[in-house]
């Protein structure tokens, strides 16, 4: 599967003198008639793909030609993803410019030198296994450590104080705001509440656990901190120094430095077994139990 993302990133599109096909990539000039205005729009690239294309433009495009025009119609359904054509009838001229199909590059020792300057195929796929394992094990790591962390909540239930509560939800909302121009404040609030309860619960155990078990932050590991975040970025030491030395950004990293640390402990003093199961569908699955 891997390979096959690659291919497709350097996948080519190459003019074809045929009918369209599924999954071939139209050139198009376009004018779109909603409520009695046109709006002209040249050179639009449609993707004729089965799933994500609604099935009016499907019918009209399928085996169509290079310098064929068609007038497409159609009656969105009012809950239709785009609120600007939900419930809407909407009319559009089509003519095509252009047919291109995807052509994937052929996977051999050419391939692996052109997508990474590696050796031959064989080397490739080599890098591509050890990145697999990395991921694996940064993926069972990080799991296991959620499942430590709804663990501990879980345990160390009380009730939330609903002003922090309404503290955290308008943090929320007011960044979700800056991203997105519709949010529906009733409908995170009442999906977040859960989750926003969580994380108030996880965030006072973890400094409470820190403060009973002496767990501290030295100097020396927020330097060691900033010197992988440099790396990471391939910033100058100074460079990273300076965007990190604020004091909103000094109490962050001190934070998640210190709640790294009260997870280690906790995972070091967890009495953690695995257990092997086999479901229904007879699908191999472990689960951990902290």
């Known amino acids: 599967r891997s390979l096959n993302y690659l291919q497709e990133d350097f996948a080519e599109l ?11 990539h139209l050139i198009v000039d376009m004018v779109k008639n909603q409520e009695g205005k046109d709006d002209k729009l040249e050179n ?22 290079a310098g064929d025009e068609k007038e497409i119609e159609v009656n969105y359904s009012p ?5 600007k054509l939900a419930g809407n009838n909407v009319k559009y001229r089509i003519k095509v410019k252009q047919i291109k199909e995807k052509v994937l590059p052929e996977v051999n020792d050419d391939f692996a030198k052109m997508v ?3 050796k031959d195929l064989a080397e490739l796929k080599t890098k591509i296994k050890e990145g697999l394992a990395k991921n694996a094990v940064r993926d ?3 799991n296991l450590k959620n499942e430590m962390i709804d663990r501990v909540v879980k345990l160390n239930f009380f009730e939330v104080p609903q002003t922090v509560l309404n503290f955290y939800l308008d943090s929320l909302i007011e960044d979700l705001k800056k991203k997105y121009r519709n949010v529906d404040e009733a409908k995170i609030r009442e999906e977040y509440k859960e989750i926003g309860s969580a994380h108030i619960r996880w965030d006072y155990l973890f400094h409470q656990i820190a ?10 590991e927020i330097e060691k901190w900033a010197k992988k ?4 970025y391939k910033m100058e030491k100074e460079k990273a120094e300076e965007l990190l030395g604020t004091p909103q950004n000094i ?12 997870i280690d402990f906790l995972l070091k003093n967890a009495v953690i077994k695995e257990e092997a199961f086999l479901p229904k569908e007879r699908e191999h699955k472990s689960g951990l139990i902290i």
Request: glycine share 2%.
């Open 140 to 142: 069972s790591e990080s």
């Open 79 to 83: 809950d239709f993803h785009n609120k």
């Open 251 to 262: 109490k962050r990293i001190t934070e998640n430095i210190l709640e790294d640390k009260v």
């Open 229 to 232: 975040f440099a790396q990471d």
């Open 14 to 24: 190459h003019p074809v003198e045929r009918e369209a096909k599924f999954y071939d």
């Open 44 to 65: 639009q690239e449609l993707l004729l793909d089965p799933h994500n294309m609604i099935k009016e433009f499907q019918d009209a495009l399928i085996s169509i030609k």
């Open 116 to 118: 990474g300057g590696h």
């Open 211 to 220: 403060e009973k078990e002496k767990i501290e932050i030295t100097k020396e």
